[in-house]
Protein backbone atom coordinates (compact mmCIF):
# COMPACT_ATOMS: atom_id res chain seq x y z
CA UNK A 1 0.00 0.00 0.00
CA UNK A 2 1.23 3.31 -1.06
CA UNK A 3 1.80 6.30 1.97
CA UNK A 4 -0.64 8.38 0.13
CA UNK A 5 -3.49 5.35 0.73
CA UNK A 6 -2.17 4.80 3.83
CA UNK A 7 -3.22 8.04 4.66
CA UNK A 8 -6.04 8.88 2.67
CA UNK A 9 -8.15 5.59 3.36
CA UNK A 10 -8.48 6.10 7.18
CA UNK A 11 -9.38 9.84 6.90
CA UNK A 12 -12.07 8.72 3.94
CA UNK A 13 -13.25 6.32 6.54
CA UNK A 14 -13.17 8.87 9.90
CA UNK A 15 -15.18 11.47 7.64
CA UNK A 16 -17.62 8.73 6.05
CA UNK A 17 -18.50 7.35 9.52
CA UNK A 18 -18.93 11.72 11.07
CA UNK A 19 -20.89 12.55 8.26
CA UNK A 20 -23.56 9.29 8.93
CA UNK A 21 -23.83 9.87 12.39
CA UNK A 22 -24.44 13.64 12.38
CA UNK A 23 -26.83 12.85 9.63
CA UNK A 24 -28.25 10.80 11.97
CA UNK A 25 -28.21 12.94 15.01
CA UNK A 26 -28.02 16.88 13.91
CA UNK A 27 -28.85 18.40 16.84
CA UNK A 28 -25.58 17.29 18.12
CA UNK A 29 -24.22 20.19 16.06
CA UNK A 30 -27.41 22.61 15.69
CA UNK A 31 -29.87 23.48 17.46
CA UNK A 32 -33.14 23.10 16.31
CA UNK A 33 -35.22 26.57 15.64
CA UNK A 34 -39.05 26.24 16.33
CA UNK A 35 -41.04 27.73 12.73
CA UNK A 36 -43.05 30.98 13.10
CA UNK A 37 -45.24 29.32 11.28
CA UNK A 38 -46.78 25.72 9.80
CA UNK A 39 -47.43 25.00 6.25
CA UNK A 40 -50.17 22.13 5.48
CA UNK A 41 -51.48 23.61 2.53
CA UNK A 42 -50.75 26.79 0.48
CA UNK A 43 -52.34 28.06 -2.36
CA UNK A 44 -50.10 28.81 -5.48
CA UNK A 45 -51.04 31.92 -7.33
CA UNK A 46 -53.41 32.90 -4.71
CA UNK A 47 -55.60 29.71 -5.63
CA UNK A 48 -54.94 29.86 -9.26
CA UNK A 49 -56.69 26.34 -9.77
CA UNK A 50 -60.09 27.36 -8.85
CA UNK A 51 -60.47 30.68 -9.51
CA UNK A 52 -58.49 33.66 -11.57
CA UNK A 53 -54.77 33.78 -10.85
CA UNK A 54 -53.77 36.42 -8.52
CA UNK A 55 -57.20 38.03 -7.35
CA UNK A 56 -58.75 38.69 -4.37
CA UNK A 57 -61.56 36.90 -5.10
CA UNK A 58 -58.92 33.97 -5.65
CA UNK A 59 -57.24 34.31 -2.51
CA UNK A 60 -60.35 34.85 -0.46
CA UNK A 61 -61.51 31.46 -1.34
CA UNK A 62 -57.93 30.16 -0.43
CA UNK A 63 -58.38 31.39 2.63
CA UNK A 64 -62.09 29.47 3.04
CA UNK A 65 -60.23 26.48 2.21
CA UNK A 66 -57.80 26.90 5.28
CA UNK A 67 -54.70 27.95 3.47
CA UNK A 68 -51.80 28.20 5.36
CA UNK A 69 -49.86 29.95 2.77
CA UNK A 70 -50.42 32.62 0.02
CA UNK A 71 -47.63 31.65 -3.03
CA UNK A 72 -47.65 34.83 -4.98
CA UNK A 73 -45.84 36.70 -7.77
CA UNK A 74 -45.03 40.56 -7.75
CA UNK A 75 -44.26 43.29 -10.14
CA UNK A 76 -43.61 47.14 -10.40
CA UNK A 77 -46.03 49.39 -12.21
CA UNK A 78 -44.90 52.51 -14.09
CA UNK A 79 -46.15 54.89 -10.92
CA UNK A 80 -44.41 52.42 -8.35
CA UNK A 81 -47.59 50.33 -7.07
CA UNK A 82 -46.16 46.84 -6.04
CA UNK A 83 -49.29 44.41 -7.83
CA UNK A 84 -49.19 40.62 -7.97
CA UNK A 85 -48.91 39.54 -11.49
CA UNK A 86 -46.61 36.25 -12.63
CA UNK A 87 -46.21 37.79 -15.63
CA UNK A 88 -44.22 41.34 -16.49
CA UNK A 89 -45.78 41.00 -19.74
CA UNK A 90 -49.99 41.20 -20.05
CA UNK A 91 -50.76 39.42 -22.55
CA UNK A 92 -51.53 36.13 -21.46
CA UNK A 93 -53.58 37.35 -18.47
CA UNK A 94 -55.58 39.99 -20.39
CA UNK A 95 -54.63 39.89 -23.88
CA UNK A 96 -52.93 43.80 -23.95
CA UNK A 97 -49.40 43.08 -25.02
CA UNK A 98 -47.80 45.54 -22.62
CA UNK A 99 -45.68 44.93 -19.49
CA UNK A 100 -46.28 45.81 -15.92
CA UNK A 101 -44.04 48.48 -15.59
CA UNK A 102 -45.28 50.43 -18.60
CA UNK A 103 -48.47 51.15 -17.01
CA UNK A 104 -49.92 53.18 -13.80
CA UNK A 105 -51.85 51.30 -11.48
CA UNK A 106 -55.19 52.32 -12.71
CA UNK A 107 -54.45 51.71 -16.18
CA UNK A 108 -53.98 48.07 -15.68
CA UNK A 109 -56.59 46.29 -18.31
CA UNK A 110 -58.52 43.45 -16.57
CA UNK A 111 -57.53 39.76 -16.49
CA UNK A 112 -59.15 37.87 -19.13
CA UNK A 113 -62.78 35.94 -18.58
CA UNK A 114 -61.36 32.74 -18.36
CA UNK A 115 -57.30 31.62 -18.12
CA UNK A 116 -55.80 28.58 -18.50
CA UNK A 117 -54.46 26.99 -15.48
CA UNK A 118 -50.69 26.82 -16.10
CA UNK A 119 -50.21 23.31 -14.71
CA UNK A 120 -53.22 22.07 -16.04
CA UNK A 121 -53.04 22.33 -19.66
CA UNK A 122 -56.85 22.28 -21.34
CA UNK A 123 -58.35 23.15 -17.64
CA UNK A 124 -59.54 27.12 -17.35
CA UNK A 125 -60.53 29.12 -14.08
CA UNK A 126 -63.03 31.87 -14.59
CA UNK A 127 -63.90 34.10 -11.81
CA UNK A 128 -65.98 37.67 -11.05
CA UNK A 129 -63.54 39.14 -10.29
CA UNK A 130 -60.89 40.56 -13.10
CA UNK A 131 -59.22 43.15 -11.31
CA UNK A 132 -55.20 42.85 -10.47
CA UNK A 133 -54.57 43.81 -6.83
CA UNK A 134 -51.87 45.67 -4.75
CA UNK A 135 -50.11 43.81 -2.45
CA UNK A 136 -50.93 46.32 0.03
CA UNK A 137 -54.16 45.42 -0.60
CA UNK A 138 -53.75 42.07 0.48
CA UNK A 139 -51.32 42.83 3.61
CA UNK A 140 -54.72 44.91 4.95
CA UNK A 141 -57.36 42.14 4.09
CA UNK A 142 -54.74 39.16 5.55
CA UNK A 143 -53.02 41.09 7.91
CA UNK A 144 -51.30 37.75 9.49
CA UNK A 145 -51.51 35.55 6.65
CA UNK A 146 -48.15 33.96 5.98
CA UNK A 147 -46.87 34.64 2.08
CA UNK A 148 -44.28 34.09 0.05
CA UNK A 149 -43.74 37.13 -2.53
CA UNK A 150 -41.46 35.65 -5.75
CA UNK A 151 -39.19 38.15 -7.36
CA UNK A 152 -39.39 37.65 -10.84
CA UNK A 153 -36.77 39.52 -12.67
CA UNK A 154 -33.58 40.78 -11.49
CA UNK A 155 -35.76 44.92 -10.45
CA UNK A 156 -34.07 46.43 -7.38
CA UNK A 157 -36.92 48.69 -7.38
CA UNK A 158 -39.41 46.44 -6.74
CA UNK A 159 -37.47 44.86 -3.72
CA UNK A 160 -37.32 47.60 -2.11
CA UNK A 161 -40.50 48.81 -2.34
CA UNK A 162 -42.15 45.01 -1.11
CA UNK A 163 -39.57 45.40 1.95
CA UNK A 164 -40.88 48.69 3.22
CA UNK A 165 -44.74 47.11 2.68
CA UNK A 166 -43.34 44.29 4.34
CA UNK A 167 -41.79 46.54 7.20
CA UNK A 168 -44.19 48.80 7.01
CA UNK A 169 -47.38 46.26 8.31
CA UNK A 170 -44.83 44.50 10.82
CA UNK A 171 -44.87 41.35 8.60
CA UNK A 172 -40.66 40.08 8.64
CA UNK A 173 -41.51 36.57 9.72
CA UNK A 174 -44.41 35.91 7.76
CA UNK A 175 -43.61 37.18 4.21
CA UNK A 176 -40.95 35.10 2.79
CA UNK A 177 -38.32 35.70 0.05
CA UNK A 178 -38.50 33.71 -2.80
CA UNK A 179 -36.86 33.68 -6.31
CA UNK A 180 -34.76 31.83 -9.03
CA UNK A 181 -32.03 33.66 -9.31
CA UNK A 182 -29.22 33.26 -6.65
CA UNK A 183 -27.94 37.30 -7.71
CA UNK A 184 -31.94 38.50 -6.68
CA UNK A 185 -32.31 36.53 -3.64
CA UNK A 186 -28.90 38.28 -2.11
CA UNK A 187 -30.23 41.63 -3.17
CA UNK A 188 -33.69 40.51 -1.19
CA UNK A 189 -31.26 39.57 2.16
CA UNK A 190 -30.16 42.91 1.61
CA UNK A 191 -33.25 45.17 1.88
CA UNK A 192 -34.66 42.75 4.28
CA UNK A 193 -32.63 40.54 5.77
CA UNK A 194 -35.23 40.07 9.01
CA UNK A 195 -38.04 38.74 6.09
CA UNK A 196 -37.27 34.35 5.72
CA UNK A 197 -35.26 33.24 2.61
CA UNK A 198 -36.31 30.24 0.41
CA UNK A 199 -33.92 28.29 -1.61
CA UNK A 200 -32.96 29.10 -5.11
CA UNK A 201 -32.55 26.53 -7.84
CA UNK A 202 -28.54 26.90 -7.72
CA UNK A 203 -29.23 26.40 -3.62
CA UNK A 204 -31.21 23.73 -3.97
CA UNK A 205 -29.17 21.44 -6.08
CA UNK A 206 -26.21 22.18 -4.04
CA UNK A 207 -27.91 21.52 -0.71
CA UNK A 208 -28.87 18.21 -2.84
CA UNK A 209 -24.83 17.46 -3.57
CA UNK A 210 -23.67 18.17 -0.20
CA UNK A 211 -25.93 15.51 0.99
CA UNK A 212 -24.79 12.87 -1.45
CA UNK A 213 -21.19 13.67 -0.85
CA UNK A 214 -21.76 13.36 2.89
CA UNK A 215 -21.08 17.32 3.33
CA UNK A 216 -24.74 18.58 4.70
CA UNK A 217 -24.08 18.64 8.30
CA UNK A 218 -21.49 20.55 8.30
CA UNK A 219 -22.50 23.38 5.90
CA UNK A 220 -24.74 26.27 7.38
CA UNK A 221 -28.05 26.74 5.92
CA UNK A 222 -29.85 30.31 5.90
CA UNK A 223 -32.49 29.84 4.24
CA UNK A 224 -36.03 28.13 5.91
CA UNK A 225 -38.49 27.15 2.96
CA UNK A 226 -37.93 24.71 -0.08
CA UNK A 227 -40.79 25.14 -2.70
CA UNK A 228 -40.10 22.16 -5.55
CA UNK A 229 -42.73 20.87 -7.41
CA UNK A 230 -43.41 17.06 -7.81
CA UNK A 231 -42.60 15.00 -11.07
CA UNK A 232 -46.47 14.76 -12.11
CA UNK A 233 -46.19 18.65 -12.25
CA UNK A 234 -42.67 18.96 -14.34
CA UNK A 235 -43.97 15.77 -16.61
CA UNK A 236 -46.50 18.10 -18.23
CA UNK A 237 -43.54 20.08 -20.33
CA UNK A 238 -40.96 19.17 -22.32
CA UNK A 239 -37.88 18.91 -19.57
CA UNK A 240 -35.22 16.82 -20.54
CA UNK A 241 -35.00 13.38 -18.81
CA UNK A 242 -31.84 14.40 -16.90
CA UNK A 243 -33.67 17.68 -15.35
CA UNK A 244 -36.72 15.25 -14.61
CA UNK A 245 -34.58 13.11 -12.80
CA UNK A 246 -32.92 15.86 -10.76
CA UNK A 247 -35.98 17.81 -9.91
CA UNK A 248 -37.83 14.58 -8.71
CA UNK A 249 -35.12 13.87 -6.18
CA UNK A 250 -35.12 17.36 -4.84
CA UNK A 251 -38.90 16.71 -4.02
CA UNK A 252 -38.49 15.95 -1.05
CA UNK A 253 -41.67 14.37 1.68
CA UNK A 254 -41.16 16.25 4.86
CA UNK A 255 -44.27 18.30 4.18
CA UNK A 256 -46.89 18.46 1.16
CA UNK A 257 -48.48 21.76 -0.06
CA UNK A 258 -50.79 21.84 -2.78
CA UNK A 259 -52.25 24.28 -5.75
CA UNK A 260 -55.81 24.53 -5.65
CA UNK A 261 -58.19 22.95 -6.41
CA UNK A 262 -57.46 20.12 -3.81
CA UNK A 263 -59.92 18.84 -1.61
CA UNK A 264 -58.55 15.35 -2.47
CA UNK A 265 -55.29 14.58 -3.42
CA UNK A 266 -55.13 12.18 -6.46
CA UNK A 267 -54.23 8.41 -4.97
CA UNK A 268 -51.48 8.34 -7.58
CA UNK A 269 -49.56 11.34 -6.28
CA UNK A 270 -46.84 9.86 -3.74
CA UNK A 271 -43.76 11.28 -2.18
CA UNK A 272 -40.55 10.92 -5.00
CA UNK A 273 -38.54 7.51 -3.81
CA UNK A 274 -35.10 9.29 -3.70
CA UNK A 275 -35.32 10.79 -0.01
CA UNK A 276 -38.09 8.88 1.37
CA UNK A 277 -36.83 5.33 1.09
CA UNK A 278 -33.04 6.48 2.69
CA UNK A 279 -34.69 8.75 5.66
CA UNK A 280 -31.72 10.26 6.38
CA UNK A 281 -32.23 13.63 4.54
CA UNK A 282 -35.26 14.86 5.59
CA UNK A 283 -34.78 13.25 9.34
CA UNK A 284 -31.54 15.48 9.45
CA UNK A 285 -33.48 18.66 8.17
CA UNK A 286 -36.46 18.17 10.44
CA UNK A 287 -33.93 17.35 13.22
CA UNK A 288 -31.76 20.72 12.74
CA UNK A 289 -35.01 22.50 12.49
CA UNK A 290 -33.93 25.06 9.48
CA UNK A 291 -36.34 24.00 6.28
CA UNK A 292 -39.52 23.76 5.82
CA UNK A 293 -40.36 22.14 2.19
CA UNK A 294 -43.63 22.47 0.17
CA UNK A 295 -43.69 20.02 -2.41
CA UNK A 296 -46.42 21.84 -5.31
CA UNK A 297 -48.62 19.37 -6.96
CA UNK A 298 -51.70 19.67 -8.94
CA UNK A 299 -55.24 17.95 -8.58
CA UNK A 300 -56.73 17.25 -11.64
CA UNK A 301 -60.09 16.73 -10.23
CA UNK A 302 -61.31 20.06 -11.29
Not at 74 to 92: A, F, G, I, P
Not at 144 to 159: A, D, F, Q, Y
Request: glycine share 4%.
Amino acid sequence: MSLSLYYALPALGSYAMLSIFFLRWPHLLHTPRAPTFRVRLAAHRGGSGELLESTMEAMENSMAQHSDLLELDCQLTRDKVVVVSHDENLYRQSGLNRDVGSLDFEDLPLYKEELEVYFSPGHFAHGSDRRMVRLEDLFQRFPRTPMSVEIKGNNEELICEIADLVRRYDRNEITIWASESRSVMKKCKAANPEMPLSFTISRGFWVLLSYYLGLLPFIPIPEKFFFCFLPNIINRYQCGADLRKMLHCLGSPWRRARIFPAPQLPSEITPPRSFKDSGSYPAFMNTKGTVNTLKFCANVEF
